[in-house]
């Protein structure tokens, strides 16, 4: 066994250079993802993304706006959209990798949700949860 050392050295780096080489050409994490932001909580009260509050103390409005901007800007392209369906037809047409969807009073609703607890009305549940629709037509 030790006679050839030189084929047991390949035989053991063999795979450990394989795996370095696929990791460097692979895996490393995506960047420049457009992402379909549609915020109805911003559009009902006629603000914008651009716009849109976000308070670092312990205010609690406009926690949809509080998360969209906690997103990595160096994997995801932020681009706004007014209606749902159009940020849905985005993604059909491949110019949008997914889709995420706020309600009206997502923060009002999720405020609820947090002093009801487990006596929350469906309403208060639907309300208070964000959509997510991905692109899925490219699975390899």
């Known amino acids: ?3 050839n050392v030189g084929v047991m050295l390949f035989i053991f780096a063999l795979p450990v250079m394989q795996v370095i080489l696929f990791c ?3 895996g490393r994490d995506p960047t420049g993802l457009h992402l379909a932001i ?3 909580e911003v559009t009902r009260n006629n603000l914008t993304m651009e716009t849109c509050p976000v308070y670092s103390n312990c205010t609690i409005k406009f926690l949809s706006c509080r998360y969209i901007s906690s997103l990595r800007t160096d994997t995801i392209i932020k681009d706004e959209y007014r209606r749902l ?4 037809d ?3 047409q491949g110019d949008a990798w997914g889709v995420i969807h706020f309600n009206e009073n997502f923060t009002d609703a999720l405020s609820a949700r947090m002093i009801l607890g487990q006596t929350s009305d ?3 549940l639907e309300e208070s ?3 997510v629709w991905l692109d899925m037509s490219n699975q390899q």
């Open 1 to 3: 066994m030790w006679r």
């Open 24 to 26: 460097l050409a692979i």
């Open 38 to 40: 549609v915020n109805d």
């Open 85 to 88: 369906e159009d940020a849905l």
């Open 90 to 92: 985005a993604v059909k």
């Open 122 to 124: 469906e309403e208060t």
């Open 129 to 131: 949860q964000f959509s």
